[in-house]
């Protein structure tokens, strides 16, 4: 599991690597990456439940997004 906060973004960027971003994460559903997104209600955020080797694994593919210069991430293991 993801937890991401994001961070030092300003709106303009955001909505200008939202779209890629949004492709990105619906090639995840499809192929089975992603398992489930929850968007947080509280702060500009996410939880994701990510298929991934390890943690390396998950950061790696975290680090394919357009927003991965703007996340402060915490990966949680799960069984």
Do not use: C, F, H
Not at 8 to 14: A, F, K, V, W, Y
Not at 29 to 41: D, F, H, V
Not at 47 to 69: C, H, I
């Amino acid at each position: 599991m993801i937890d991401i906060l994001l961070q030092g973004i300003d709106n303009e960027t955001r909505m200008r690597l939202l779209p890629k971003e949004q492709e990105m994460v619906k090639e995840w559903e499809e192929n089975g990456t992603l398992l489930a997104q929850y968007i947080k209600g509280e702060t500009a955020g996410i939880y994701l439940v990510l298929m991934a080797e390890d943690k390396m694994d998950a950061d790696k593919k975290l680090s394919t997004l357009p927003y991965y210069p703007y996340m402060k991430i915490e990966i949680i293991a799960l069984r």
